[in-house]
Protein backbone atom coordinates (compact mmCIF):
# COMPACT_ATOMS: atom_id res chain seq x y z
CA UNK A 1 0.00 0.00 0.00
CA UNK A 2 1.19 3.41 -0.47
CA UNK A 3 2.28 5.59 1.87
CA UNK A 4 -0.30 8.52 0.64
CA UNK A 5 -3.15 6.12 0.84
CA UNK A 6 -1.92 4.30 4.02
CA UNK A 7 -2.01 8.14 5.62
CA UNK A 8 -5.70 8.34 5.45
CA UNK A 9 -6.63 4.60 7.12
CA UNK A 10 -7.10 4.69 10.36
CA UNK A 11 -7.26 1.07 12.84
CA UNK A 12 -9.87 0.82 15.87
CA UNK A 13 -9.55 -1.89 18.81
CA UNK A 14 -12.36 -1.25 21.14
CA UNK A 15 -12.10 -3.45 24.80
CA UNK A 16 -14.35 -3.27 27.42
CA UNK A 17 -18.25 -2.58 27.58
CA UNK A 18 -21.05 -1.91 25.35
CA UNK A 19 -20.09 1.63 26.59
CA UNK A 20 -16.79 1.66 25.17
CA UNK A 21 -18.09 0.34 21.89
CA UNK A 22 -20.39 3.32 21.60
CA UNK A 23 -17.43 6.05 21.88
CA UNK A 24 -15.27 3.35 19.48
CA UNK A 25 -18.15 4.07 17.05
CA UNK A 26 -18.23 7.73 17.97
CA UNK A 27 -14.58 7.97 16.92
CA UNK A 28 -15.36 6.18 13.70
CA UNK A 29 -17.90 8.57 12.51
CA UNK A 30 -15.54 11.42 12.97
CA UNK A 31 -12.92 9.74 11.26
CA UNK A 32 -14.74 8.77 8.66
CA UNK A 33 -16.08 12.29 8.20
CA UNK A 34 -12.59 14.01 8.05
CA UNK A 35 -11.95 11.58 5.14
CA UNK A 36 -10.21 8.64 7.06
CA UNK A 37 -11.42 5.16 6.16
CA UNK A 38 -11.41 2.34 8.39
CA UNK A 39 -9.27 -0.70 8.23
CA UNK A 40 -9.30 -4.31 9.17
CA UNK A 41 -4.86 -4.95 8.81
CA UNK A 42 -3.33 -2.64 11.55
CA UNK A 43 -0.53 -2.82 8.43
CA UNK A 44 -2.65 -0.84 6.50
CA UNK A 45 -3.27 2.10 8.84
CA UNK A 46 -1.25 5.15 9.66
CA UNK A 47 -3.82 5.40 12.78
CA UNK A 48 -3.55 3.07 15.30
CA UNK A 49 -6.36 3.46 18.05
CA UNK A 50 -7.15 1.33 20.74
CA UNK A 51 -9.98 2.11 23.05
CA UNK A 52 -9.16 0.67 26.48
CA UNK A 53 -10.57 -0.70 29.50
CA UNK A 54 -9.98 -0.06 33.07
CA UNK A 55 -12.52 -1.33 35.00
CA UNK A 56 -10.84 -4.39 36.36
CA UNK A 57 -7.11 -5.84 36.58
CA UNK A 58 -7.96 -8.54 33.52
CA UNK A 59 -8.97 -5.75 31.78
CA UNK A 60 -6.45 -3.25 32.30
CA UNK A 61 -3.94 -6.76 31.24
CA UNK A 62 -5.54 -6.82 27.96
CA UNK A 63 -5.06 -3.75 27.48
CA UNK A 64 -1.78 -3.31 27.92
CA UNK A 65 -1.25 -6.86 25.95
CA UNK A 66 -3.14 -5.05 22.88
CA UNK A 67 -1.35 -2.09 22.92
CA UNK A 68 2.08 -3.99 23.27
CA UNK A 69 1.72 -5.75 20.27
CA UNK A 70 1.01 -2.60 18.42
CA UNK A 71 3.97 -1.06 19.65
CA UNK A 72 6.06 -3.75 19.01
CA UNK A 73 5.12 -4.04 14.94
CA UNK A 74 4.29 -0.30 14.34
CA UNK A 75 6.34 1.56 11.97
CA UNK A 76 7.59 5.04 11.69
CA UNK A 77 5.10 6.76 9.63
CA UNK A 78 2.65 5.23 12.15
CA UNK A 79 0.70 6.63 15.32
CA UNK A 80 -0.56 4.61 18.22
CA UNK A 81 -3.27 6.21 20.44
CA UNK A 82 -4.30 4.63 23.73
CA UNK A 83 -7.81 5.85 24.57
CA UNK A 84 -10.63 5.15 26.84
CA UNK A 85 -10.75 4.21 30.67
CA UNK A 86 -7.51 3.12 31.13
CA UNK A 87 -6.02 6.19 29.26
CA UNK A 88 -7.83 8.31 31.08
CA UNK A 89 -7.35 6.66 34.62
CA UNK A 90 -3.78 6.52 34.10
CA UNK A 91 -2.68 8.96 31.69
CA UNK A 92 1.27 9.02 31.39
CA UNK A 93 1.48 5.37 33.30
CA UNK A 94 -0.08 4.09 30.46
CA UNK A 95 3.26 5.51 28.50
CA UNK A 96 5.52 3.83 31.17
CA UNK A 97 3.83 0.16 30.77
CA UNK A 98 3.49 0.86 26.78
CA UNK A 99 6.87 2.27 25.19
CA UNK A 100 6.02 3.35 22.05
CA UNK A 101 2.68 5.19 22.57
CA UNK A 102 2.15 8.43 20.71
CA UNK A 103 -0.54 9.89 22.43
CA UNK A 104 -3.12 9.17 25.60
CA UNK A 105 -7.29 10.70 25.20
CA UNK A 106 -9.36 10.61 27.96
CA UNK A 107 -12.93 9.25 28.15
CA UNK A 108 -14.46 12.80 27.91
CA UNK A 109 -12.25 14.08 25.15
CA UNK A 110 -13.06 11.41 22.35
CA UNK A 111 -14.76 13.63 20.37
CA UNK A 112 -11.29 15.64 19.43
CA UNK A 113 -9.87 12.41 17.83
CA UNK A 114 -9.94 14.35 14.60
CA UNK A 115 -7.75 17.03 15.43
CA UNK A 116 -5.67 15.02 18.05
CA UNK A 117 -4.20 12.78 14.98
CA UNK A 118 -3.38 16.16 13.30
CA UNK A 119 -1.46 17.96 16.42
CA UNK A 120 0.34 14.37 16.63
CA UNK A 121 0.91 14.69 13.03
CA UNK A 122 2.55 18.04 13.09
CA UNK A 123 4.80 17.73 16.67
CA UNK A 124 8.14 18.38 16.43
CA UNK A 125 9.14 16.34 19.30
CA UNK A 126 8.87 12.69 19.35
CA UNK A 127 7.23 12.89 23.48
CA UNK A 128 3.45 11.06 23.95
CA UNK A 129 0.92 13.66 24.08
CA UNK A 130 -1.53 13.68 26.09
CA UNK A 131 -5.40 15.16 26.06
CA UNK A 132 -6.82 14.22 29.45
CA UNK A 133 -8.19 17.42 30.75
CA UNK A 134 -9.81 17.24 34.12
CA UNK A 135 -13.68 16.57 34.88
CA UNK A 136 -14.23 20.56 35.38
CA UNK A 137 -13.51 21.15 31.79
CA UNK A 138 -15.00 18.30 30.16
CA UNK A 139 -18.56 17.86 31.75
CA UNK A 140 -21.10 18.34 29.29
CA UNK A 141 -18.52 19.16 26.28
CA UNK A 142 -19.63 15.80 24.68
CA UNK A 143 -22.45 16.75 22.31
CA UNK A 144 -20.74 17.27 18.56
CA UNK A 145 -23.63 16.15 16.97
CA UNK A 146 -22.30 12.78 16.94
CA UNK A 147 -24.34 9.68 16.79
CA UNK A 148 -23.73 8.75 20.72
CA UNK A 149 -24.56 5.15 18.92
CA UNK A 150 -22.52 1.39 18.04
CA UNK A 151 -24.47 -0.16 15.63
CA UNK A 152 -23.84 -3.86 15.34
CA UNK A 153 -26.15 -5.55 12.33
CA UNK A 154 -29.82 -4.46 12.85
CA UNK A 155 -29.23 -4.12 16.96
CA UNK A 156 -27.73 -0.84 18.25
CA UNK A 157 -26.33 0.68 21.18
CA UNK A 158 -27.70 3.62 22.09
CA UNK A 159 -26.43 5.74 25.21
CA UNK A 160 -28.41 7.96 27.13
CA UNK A 161 -26.17 9.33 29.48
CA UNK A 162 -22.34 9.26 30.35
CA UNK A 163 -20.60 9.45 34.02
CA UNK A 164 -21.78 8.12 37.36
CA UNK A 165 -22.58 10.02 40.90
CA UNK A 166 -23.33 6.70 42.91
CA UNK A 167 -20.46 5.97 45.56
CA UNK A 168 -19.18 2.15 45.21
CA UNK A 169 -16.71 1.25 47.47
CA UNK A 170 -15.45 -0.95 44.89
CA UNK A 171 -15.77 0.77 41.15
CA UNK A 172 -13.38 3.28 39.77
CA UNK A 173 -15.74 4.32 36.86
CA UNK A 174 -16.87 7.87 38.52
CA UNK A 175 -13.03 8.78 38.78
CA UNK A 176 -12.63 7.81 34.98
CA UNK A 177 -15.77 9.03 33.37
CA UNK A 178 -16.55 11.94 35.62
CA UNK A 179 -19.92 12.77 37.18
CA UNK A 180 -23.47 11.32 35.38
CA UNK A 181 -24.26 13.39 32.79
CA UNK A 182 -27.18 12.84 31.04
CA UNK A 183 -27.41 13.62 26.94
CA UNK A 184 -30.48 16.20 26.04
CA UNK A 185 -34.13 14.13 25.33
CA UNK A 186 -34.49 15.43 22.59
CA UNK A 187 -30.43 14.48 20.57
CA UNK A 188 -31.38 11.22 22.17
CA UNK A 189 -35.00 10.81 20.23
CA UNK A 190 -33.91 12.29 17.07
CA UNK A 191 -31.46 9.65 16.81
CA UNK A 192 -33.90 6.97 17.65
CA UNK A 193 -35.54 8.33 14.33
CA UNK A 194 -32.55 8.31 12.72
CA UNK A 195 -31.96 4.42 13.76
CA UNK A 196 -35.52 3.73 12.92
CA UNK A 197 -35.05 5.06 9.30
CA UNK A 198 -32.20 3.15 8.72
CA UNK A 199 -33.37 0.33 9.75
CA UNK A 200 -32.27 -0.77 13.50
CA UNK A 201 -34.73 -3.71 14.87
CA UNK A 202 -33.43 -3.67 18.58
CA UNK A 203 -32.71 -0.71 20.30
CA UNK A 204 -30.27 -0.99 23.81
CA UNK A 205 -30.79 1.55 26.10
CA UNK A 206 -26.96 2.41 28.22
CA UNK A 207 -25.58 4.15 30.31
CA UNK A 208 -23.29 3.87 33.78
CA UNK A 209 -26.60 3.94 35.74
CA UNK A 210 -29.65 4.33 33.46
CA UNK A 211 -32.40 5.01 36.33
CA UNK A 212 -30.35 8.18 36.54
CA UNK A 213 -31.21 9.50 33.33
CA UNK A 214 -32.56 12.89 33.61
CA UNK A 215 -31.47 13.57 37.74
CA UNK A 216 -29.16 16.49 36.26
CA UNK A 217 -31.85 17.96 33.64
CA UNK A 218 -34.22 18.25 36.75
CA UNK A 219 -36.53 15.49 35.48
CA UNK A 220 -38.08 12.91 37.58
CA UNK A 221 -38.62 9.57 36.49
CA UNK A 222 -36.59 10.68 33.65
CA UNK A 223 -36.09 7.26 32.04
CA UNK A 224 -39.53 6.66 32.04
CA UNK A 225 -40.38 9.54 30.30
CA UNK A 226 -37.55 9.40 27.74
CA UNK A 227 -38.63 5.62 26.85
CA UNK A 228 -42.60 7.38 25.91
CA UNK A 229 -40.69 9.70 23.88
CA UNK A 230 -38.79 7.26 22.05
CA UNK A 231 -41.61 4.79 21.01
CA UNK A 232 -43.62 7.45 19.83
CA UNK A 233 -41.53 9.20 17.85
CA UNK A 234 -39.92 5.66 16.61
CA UNK A 235 -42.28 3.62 16.69
CA UNK A 236 -41.49 0.81 14.36
CA UNK A 237 -38.73 -0.30 16.19
CA UNK A 238 -39.98 -3.47 17.89
CA UNK A 239 -37.29 -3.80 20.76
CA UNK A 240 -36.24 -1.43 23.37
CA UNK A 241 -34.08 -2.89 25.85
CA UNK A 242 -32.94 -1.41 28.50
CA UNK A 243 -29.32 -2.20 30.68
CA UNK A 244 -27.51 -1.31 33.53
CA UNK A 245 -30.46 0.13 36.06
CA UNK A 246 -29.31 0.66 40.03
CA UNK A 247 -30.94 -0.76 42.62
CA UNK A 248 -33.59 1.09 44.77
CA UNK A 249 -34.07 3.22 41.64
CA UNK A 250 -36.63 1.10 39.46
CA UNK A 251 -39.55 2.95 40.32
CA UNK A 252 -43.06 1.83 40.12
CA UNK A 253 -43.68 4.19 37.26
CA UNK A 254 -40.62 2.49 35.17
CA UNK A 255 -42.27 -0.77 35.90
CA UNK A 256 -45.79 0.64 34.81
CA UNK A 257 -43.88 2.11 31.61
CA UNK A 258 -41.87 -0.72 30.88
CA UNK A 259 -45.28 -3.33 31.54
CA UNK A 260 -47.30 -0.54 29.21
CA UNK A 261 -45.36 -0.30 26.18
CA UNK A 262 -45.04 -2.91 23.77
CA UNK A 263 -41.65 -1.98 22.46
CA UNK A 264 -39.81 -2.22 25.30
CA UNK A 265 -38.97 -5.84 26.32
CA UNK A 266 -39.63 -7.31 29.48
CA UNK A 267 -36.03 -7.57 30.03
CA UNK A 268 -34.17 -5.70 32.69
CA UNK A 269 -30.10 -5.76 33.58
CA UNK A 270 -29.83 -4.83 36.90
CA UNK A 271 -26.30 -5.27 38.62
CA UNK A 272 -26.98 -5.56 42.75
CA UNK A 273 -22.95 -7.35 43.10
CA UNK A 274 -24.21 -8.81 46.40
CA UNK A 275 -27.37 -10.53 48.26
CA UNK A 276 -25.45 -9.98 52.28
CA UNK A 277 -26.38 -6.47 53.69
CA UNK A 278 -23.29 -6.64 55.36
CA UNK A 279 -21.25 -6.78 52.23
CA UNK A 280 -23.13 -4.28 50.53
CA UNK A 281 -23.04 -1.86 53.49
CA UNK A 282 -18.90 -2.16 52.84
CA UNK A 283 -19.14 -2.03 49.27
CA UNK A 284 -21.28 1.29 49.48
CA UNK A 285 -23.96 -0.26 47.64
CA UNK A 286 -27.99 -0.11 48.67
CA UNK A 287 -27.88 -2.48 51.23
CA UNK A 288 -32.24 -2.64 51.40
CA UNK A 289 -32.14 -6.71 50.20
CA UNK A 290 -36.00 -6.41 50.91
CA UNK A 291 -36.24 -3.68 48.58
CA UNK A 292 -34.91 -6.54 46.21
CA UNK A 293 -37.26 -8.93 47.04
CA UNK A 294 -40.68 -6.34 46.79
CA UNK A 295 -39.21 -4.92 43.81
CA UNK A 296 -38.83 -8.25 42.07
CA UNK A 297 -42.16 -9.92 42.91
CA UNK A 298 -43.70 -5.97 41.58
CA UNK A 299 -42.10 -6.34 38.34
CA UNK A 300 -42.89 -10.14 38.03
CA UNK A 301 -46.37 -9.23 38.93
CA UNK A 302 -46.43 -6.58 35.78
CA UNK A 303 -44.77 -8.59 33.30
CA UNK A 304 -45.16 -12.41 34.07
CA UNK A 305 -42.44 -13.15 31.27
CA UNK A 306 -39.92 -10.65 32.63
CA UNK A 307 -36.05 -11.92 32.63
CA UNK A 308 -34.24 -10.18 34.94
CA UNK A 309 -30.43 -10.27 34.57
CA UNK A 310 -27.65 -9.21 37.67
CA UNK A 311 -24.13 -9.41 38.61
CA UNK A 312 -22.06 -10.19 41.47
CA UNK A 313 -18.98 -9.88 42.99
CA UNK A 314 -17.65 -12.76 45.09
CA UNK A 315 -14.42 -11.94 47.68
CA UNK A 316 -15.06 -8.60 48.32
CA UNK A 317 -12.71 -7.82 50.95
CA UNK A 318 -14.43 -8.47 54.48
CA UNK A 319 -16.30 -11.31 52.98
CA UNK A 320 -16.95 -13.90 55.64
CA UNK A 321 -17.99 -17.21 54.85
CA UNK A 322 -21.55 -16.37 56.50
CA UNK A 323 -21.79 -13.88 53.97
CA UNK A 324 -20.99 -15.67 51.17
CA UNK A 325 -23.34 -18.43 52.09
CA UNK A 326 -26.35 -15.43 52.47
CA UNK A 327 -25.19 -14.80 48.81
CA UNK A 328 -25.87 -18.01 47.69
CA UNK A 329 -29.14 -18.11 49.71
CA UNK A 330 -30.87 -14.81 48.42
CA UNK A 331 -29.60 -16.38 44.62
CA UNK A 332 -31.18 -19.45 45.04
CA UNK A 333 -34.34 -17.94 46.41
CA UNK A 334 -34.27 -15.11 43.62
CA UNK A 335 -34.10 -17.84 40.62
CA UNK A 336 -32.93 -14.96 38.64
CA UNK A 337 -32.72 -15.95 34.58
CA UNK A 338 -29.13 -14.39 34.16
CA UNK A 339 -26.71 -14.19 36.40
CA UNK A 340 -23.12 -13.10 35.72
CA UNK A 341 -19.99 -13.00 38.21
CA UNK A 342 -16.63 -11.93 38.60
CA UNK A 343 -13.88 -12.22 41.63
CA UNK A 344 -13.43 -8.99 43.44
CA UNK A 345 -10.22 -7.18 41.77
CA UNK A 346 -8.16 -4.73 43.60
CA UNK A 347 -8.28 -0.88 42.60
CA UNK A 348 -5.66 0.88 44.41
CA UNK A 349 -7.77 4.50 44.33
CA UNK A 350 -10.99 3.28 45.34
CA UNK A 351 -11.97 3.12 49.39
CA UNK A 352 -12.50 -0.82 48.99
CA UNK A 353 -8.34 -0.93 48.23
CA UNK A 354 -7.97 0.33 52.14
CA UNK A 355 -9.86 -2.69 53.32
CA UNK A 356 -7.48 -4.24 55.87
CA UNK A 357 -9.17 -7.99 55.23
CA UNK A 358 -8.19 -9.21 51.71
CA UNK A 359 -9.65 -12.26 50.24
CA UNK A 360 -7.28 -14.87 49.51
CA UNK A 361 -7.32 -15.14 45.49
CA UNK A 362 -7.56 -19.60 45.83
CA UNK A 363 -10.34 -18.34 48.33
CA UNK A 364 -12.28 -15.99 45.86
CA UNK A 365 -11.99 -18.44 42.82
CA UNK A 366 -13.45 -21.28 44.69
CA UNK A 367 -16.65 -19.62 45.95
CA UNK A 368 -16.76 -18.18 42.19
CA UNK A 369 -17.09 -21.34 40.97
CA UNK A 370 -19.42 -22.50 43.64
CA UNK A 371 -21.80 -19.60 43.06
CA UNK A 372 -22.21 -20.15 39.29
CA UNK A 373 -22.52 -23.95 39.63
CA UNK A 374 -25.62 -23.28 42.22
CA UNK A 375 -26.71 -20.70 39.61
CA UNK A 376 -26.54 -23.48 36.69
CA UNK A 377 -29.50 -25.30 37.62
CA UNK A 378 -31.81 -22.11 37.89
CA UNK A 379 -30.96 -20.77 34.67
CA UNK A 380 -31.60 -24.49 33.29
CA UNK A 381 -34.69 -24.79 34.41
CA UNK A 382 -35.33 -21.31 33.57
CA UNK A 383 -34.75 -22.14 29.88
CA UNK A 384 -36.70 -25.51 30.06
CA UNK A 385 -40.15 -23.10 30.98
CA UNK A 386 -39.55 -21.89 27.50
CA UNK A 387 -40.00 -25.22 25.55
CA UNK A 388 -43.18 -25.45 23.84
CA UNK A 389 -43.45 -22.13 23.87
CA UNK A 390 -43.44 -19.76 21.03
CA UNK A 391 -40.83 -16.96 21.09
CA UNK A 392 -39.86 -14.28 18.57
CA UNK A 393 -36.60 -14.34 17.21
CA UNK A 394 -33.69 -11.74 16.30
CA UNK A 395 -32.00 -13.51 13.60
CA UNK A 396 -28.09 -12.58 13.68
CA UNK A 397 -26.43 -15.18 11.51
CA UNK A 398 -25.83 -18.92 9.59
CA UNK A 399 -24.27 -21.80 10.93
CA UNK A 400 -23.45 -24.68 9.51
CA UNK A 401 -24.75 -27.02 11.87
CA UNK A 402 -25.61 -30.52 11.22
CA UNK A 403 -28.71 -30.02 9.03
CA UNK A 404 -28.51 -30.14 5.47
CA UNK A 405 -29.08 -26.40 5.16
CA UNK A 406 -27.61 -25.19 8.11
CA UNK A 407 -28.83 -23.79 10.93
CA UNK A 408 -30.05 -19.96 11.86
CA UNK A 409 -28.57 -18.32 14.79
CA UNK A 410 -30.72 -15.59 16.79
CA UNK A 411 -31.87 -14.35 20.15
CA UNK A 412 -34.94 -14.05 21.63
CA UNK A 413 -36.46 -11.03 24.05
CA UNK A 414 -34.71 -13.21 26.62
CA UNK A 415 -31.01 -12.28 25.45
CA UNK A 416 -28.91 -9.46 25.38
CA UNK A 417 -25.81 -9.26 22.81
CA UNK A 418 -22.85 -10.87 23.51
CA UNK A 419 -23.70 -11.57 27.39
CA UNK A 420 -26.55 -14.02 27.35
CA UNK A 421 -28.14 -17.15 25.63
CA UNK A 422 -28.71 -17.66 21.60
CA UNK A 423 -31.65 -19.75 19.71
CA UNK A 424 -30.39 -21.88 17.44
CA UNK A 425 -32.78 -22.65 14.79
CA UNK A 426 -32.69 -25.38 11.54
CA UNK A 427 -32.59 -23.76 8.46
CA UNK A 428 -31.70 -20.42 6.82
CA UNK A 429 -33.95 -18.05 7.95
CA UNK A 430 -33.85 -14.40 6.91
CA UNK A 431 -30.71 -12.38 8.72
CA UNK A 432 -31.93 -9.22 10.20
CA UNK A 433 -35.32 -10.27 10.54
CA UNK A 434 -37.55 -10.71 13.42
CA UNK A 435 -39.55 -14.19 13.19
CA UNK A 436 -41.77 -16.69 14.92
CA UNK A 437 -39.90 -19.82 16.72
CA UNK A 438 -41.53 -22.65 18.23
CA UNK A 439 -38.88 -23.43 21.13
CA UNK A 440 -38.21 -27.70 21.33
CA UNK A 441 -35.09 -28.07 23.40
CA UNK A 442 -33.52 -26.17 26.07
CA UNK A 443 -29.87 -25.75 27.57
CA UNK A 444 -28.22 -24.23 30.36
CA UNK A 445 -27.51 -20.80 28.20
CA UNK A 446 -29.06 -21.21 25.05
CA UNK A 447 -32.38 -22.99 23.50
CA UNK A 448 -33.25 -24.55 20.25
CA UNK A 449 -36.20 -24.33 17.96
CA UNK A 450 -38.08 -24.63 14.66
CA UNK A 451 -39.91 -22.11 12.73
CA UNK A 452 -43.51 -21.61 13.56
CA UNK A 453 -46.20 -21.94 10.97
CA UNK A 454 -47.92 -19.17 12.48
CA UNK A 455 -47.46 -15.78 11.84
CA UNK A 456 -45.32 -13.14 14.12
CA UNK A 457 -47.14 -12.78 17.29
CA UNK A 458 -46.63 -11.56 20.84
CA UNK A 459 -45.11 -14.22 23.13
CA UNK A 460 -47.20 -16.95 24.85
CA UNK A 461 -47.47 -16.30 28.48
CA UNK A 462 -45.90 -18.45 30.77
CA UNK A 463 -48.36 -21.14 32.17
CA UNK A 464 -48.87 -21.91 36.03
CA UNK A 465 -46.17 -24.71 36.00
CA UNK A 466 -43.26 -22.36 34.95
CA UNK A 467 -40.29 -21.73 37.39
CA UNK A 468 -41.45 -19.16 39.71
Known sequence: MSRAKQKKQFYLLSLGCSKNTVDSESMASLLHKAGFNGVADP??????????CGFIEAARQESIGALRELADMKGPNQLLIAAGCMAQRYGDEVVEWVPGIDGVIGTRRWMDIVPFVRQLRRRKHPEPLYHLPDEATTVGKDERGVLRTAVH???????????????????AIPQIKGIHVSRPPEAIVAEAVRLQEAGIRELIIIAQDSTDYGHDLGLKNGLSQLLRQITTAAPDIPWLRIMY???????????ETMASLPQVLPYLDIPLQHGHRETLKRMRRPANIEWVYRTVEKMRTAMPDLTIRTTFIVGYPGETDEEFDGLKQFVQEMAFDRVGAFTYSYEASTPSATVSWQVPEEVKQARLEELMALQQPISLAKNQAQVGRTLDILVEGHGDGHSENGVSIGRSYRDAPEIDGLVIVPGQLPLGEIVPVRIDGAMTYDLTGVPALETPQTIIPLTATAVQ
Open 43 to 52: DDASVLLVNT
Open 153 to 171: GTSAYLKISDGCRRPCAFC
Open 245 to 255: AYPGYVTDELI
